[in-house]
C-alpha cells in the first residue's frame, strides 16, 4: 500500500508541469484595464494560485494517516490531486472547442 500511495503522489506531482503554465498564463485575464476591478479574474487567479496548498495538505493528511497505520485513508488523500486536476482539466476542455474538433474526426 505504502508504494501505491508513493506512486500516487508522483503522479500528483506531474500534475505541477502543466501547472506551472497555468500559472504563468493567468495573468492574462488582466489584459484590459477593466478586468482589474471585477471580482471573477482575482477569484481565477485565487484557485490557480491554491492548487499547490491543496496537494500540500493532501499530501500531509496522507502521511499523517499512515503514520496511524490507516493505508487506505492515506492512499485516498494521496488521489485528491489527481482528481481535482483531472476535473478542472474537464471543466476546461467541455467549455472550450478543443474537445469538439476532436469528436469531428
Known sequence: ???????LQIGGGLTF???????????MVFDTPRSIKKAFP?????????YPFVV???????WSSVSGG???IGCLWSCLPIIVFSLVYLIIS????????YKKN
Open 42 to 50: 482575482w477569484f481565477l487567479i485565487f484557485l490557480i494560485f491554491s
Open 94 to 101: 467541455q467549455r472550450t472547442d478543443l474537445l469538439n474538433k
Open 70 to 72: 490507516n493505508y487506505k
Open 56 to 62: 500540500a495538505r493532501s499530501y500531509w493528511w496522507a
Open 1 to 7: 500500500m505504502r508504494i501505491l500511495m508513493i506512486i
Open 17 to 27: 508541469i502543466p501547472w506551472f503554465i497555468a500559472a504563468g498564463l493567468s495573468f
